[in-house]
């Protein structure tokens, strides 16, 4: 499946680094996701976008800001982590009620 | 906040047997999906129910939406390794502008002994 698209797959970074996720979907769908899954947790909404408007913010700390500069893409900026943030970052789009993920990217906090 | 609760966590079966997830939420839901993630992967969509008591089936898969659309189960009859993963569902609501908010639970890992 290629529609959401994440890079990178993999990502290692210190405390003190800023680093960025990237989500693009080739769908045509109006709507973005940024989810957090973390072992022994269900999956957390972070941001919605939807047309290229935030209209969705789930008390998510500052240190993570969205990005969102058209429709197909979406990125995720990231500074001053802390090691809990360490999980898998799923992007997903809609074009109604069915989302579509992508494969995510594996986040380790150092 | 909407709180969606989901039992069991894990679900060891043999192959061939019944398997069944159950999810309950805390308030009345719009709509309900369900999502399968496999061992290492993305979650996939399965499908939605929106009418309270809905019923839909997909091959050995049975979908049902509680009468009071607070509650729904997966049944997967005569499971088979392929089945492995974890099974999610999420209530949907509208959260504007052509955005659907989902509240998951937590899973139900289903490992299938062959």
């Known amino acids: 499946e290629t529609g959401v698209t994440q890079t990178p797959r993999h990502l290692v970074m210190g405390m003190t680094n800023k680093k960025s996720l990237k989500c693009e979907q080739h769908l045509g769908h109006n709507a973005m996701y940024w989810y957090k899954q973390s072992a022994k947790k269900p999956l957390e909404l972070m941001f919605v976008y939807s047309l290229e408007e935030r209209v969705e913010n789930n008390s998510v700390p500052s240190r993570f800001s969205p990005e969102c500069p058209n429709s197909s893409h979406l990125f995720l900026h990231l500074h001053t982590l802390q090691p809990e943030d360490s999980a898998l970052y799923l992007c997903?789009?809609?074009?109604?009620?069915?989302?579509?993920f992508g494969p995510g990217t594996r986040l380790t906090v150092t | 906040g909407q709180q969606v609760m989901q039992i069991p966590q894990y679900q060891h079966v043999q192959e061939g047997e019944d398997f069944t997830t159950y999810c309950n939420s805390s308030?009345?839901?719009?709509?309900i999906q369900w999502y399968k993630q496999r061992p290492g992967g993305h979650p996939v969509f399965l499908i939605q129910l929106v009418k309270s008591g809905e019923v839909k089936k997909q091959k050995r898969l049975t979908f049902q939406f509680g009468e009071a659309k607070k509650n729904s189960s997966l049944h997967i009859t005569a499971t088979q390794t392929t089945d492995v993963g974890t099974y999610f569902c999420a209530g949907g609501s509208p959260s504007g502008a052509g955005s659907y908010q989902l509240t998951f639970g937590k899973g139900t890992k289903l490992s299938v002994i062959p």
């Open positions: 308030t009345t839901l719009s709509n």
């Open positions: 997903a789009s809609s074009q109604e009620n069915e989302q579509y």
